[in-house]
């Protein structure tokens, strides 16, 4: 019982680990990496349409500004190597 206890606790204390991690590493690099160019920003945004239940002109409104958007946004932000 005791030792399944320090073994949750290790468990709980690697996970929080994981998560702070993630919110000042993985996402900040994360973003970058998938809108690299224009067209592939365009290619994420397409597919996302394409997936989503939007009509004709929702569709093409997010995948032109959402392209242009995330692509400005990813521009000034550190690339993984």
């Given at each position: 019982m005791?030792?399944?206890?320090?073994?949750q606790?290790?468990?709980?204390?690697?996970?929080?680990a994981?998560?702070?991690?993630v919110d000042?590493?993985?996402?900040?690099v994360l973003?970058p990496n998938?809108y690299?160019?224009?067209?592939?920003?365009?290619q994420?945004f397409?597919?996302?349409s394409?997936?989503?239940?939007f009509?004709?002109?929702d569709r093409?409104l997010?995948?032109?500004s959402?392209?242009?958007?995330?692509?400005r946004?990813?521009?000034?932000?550190p690339?993984?190597a």
């Open positions: 005791v030792q399944a206890r320090s073994t606790a290790a468990g709980s204390r690697r996970g929080l994981l998560g702070r991690w000042t590493r993985f996402v900040h973003t998938i690299r160019t224009p067209s592939e920003a365009f994420t397409d597919y996302i394409k997936v989503g239940n009509g004709f002109f093409e997010a995948r032109w959402g392209a242009v958007i995330m692509v946004h990813a521009a000034p932000l690339r993984l």
